[in-house]
């Protein structure tokens, strides 16, 4: 079955606020005492992520197609660097999990690249923020109309 647009659009909203409430939870739990409680979390991000990704596909593939020429180049650069620092955090976050190795090495960049994705999530929002109040404002202009 086909969504209307406002049903993908109130799924796109859902599903970004999901995204921002998961990396809030990870920064409250980051310092146990449950660290499932904070891994789990981790692991339900992972296909969120992919989700979110997907449904800026299109965005991605137009900025890497014009590269310097798109007018928002600078932010999907900024956005590869943060996405890739975030798949850092994450993969590293499973040996000291399920521990997999004693090197100290994993926590040292899991907690450097963790709280750097924290950051840069922060800097996301604000550089997209016309963005995000066209999709959330939209709603209201159709409700007033
Ligand atoms: C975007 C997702 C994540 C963020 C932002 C994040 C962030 C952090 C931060 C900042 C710390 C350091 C806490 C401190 O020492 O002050 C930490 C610790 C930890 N994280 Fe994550 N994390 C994420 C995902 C994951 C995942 C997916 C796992 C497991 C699969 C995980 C497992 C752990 C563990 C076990 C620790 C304790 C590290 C230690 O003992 O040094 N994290 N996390």
Request: hydrophobic content about 45%; some cysteine; aromatic content about 12%.
């Given at each position: 079955?086909?969504?209307?647009?406002?049903?993908?659009?109130?799924a796109r909203i859902v599903l970004d606020v999901g995204l921002l409430i998961g990396f809030a939870?990870?920064?409250?739990?980051?310092?146990?005492?449950?660290?499932?409680?904070?891994?789990?979390i981790g692991v339900v991000l992972i296909p969120i992520v992919a989700v979110h990704l997907a449904t800026n596909w299109s965005w991605v593939k137009a900025t890497m197609r014009r590269r310097g020429d798109h007018p928002e180049w600078s932010l999907a650069r900024f956005n590869a660097v943060f996405g890739l620092v975030t798949a850092i955090?994450?993969?590293?976050?499973?040996?000291?999990?399920?521990?997999?190795?004693?090197?100290?090495?994993?926590?040292?960049?899991?907690?450097?690249?963790?709280?750097?994705?924290?950051?840069?999530?922060?800097?996301?929002?604000?550089?997209n923020r016309?963005?995000?109040?066209?999709?959330?404002?939209?709603?209201?202009?159709?409700?007033?109309?």
């Open positions: 079955m086909a969504l209307s647009r406002t049903q993908r659009r109130v939870l990870e920064f409250i739990t980051r310092e146990g005492p449950d660290y499932d409680l904070h891994s789990w955090c994450i993969v590293t976050g499973f040996p000291i999990w399920l521990d997999w190795s004693d090197s100290g090495a994993w926590s040292t960049v899991h907690t450097v690249t963790g709280f750097a994705s924290l950051i840069m999530m922060v800097s996301h929002l604000w550089r016309s963005r995000i109040r066209t999709m959330v404002g939209r709603r209201r202009s159709v409700a007033v109309a």
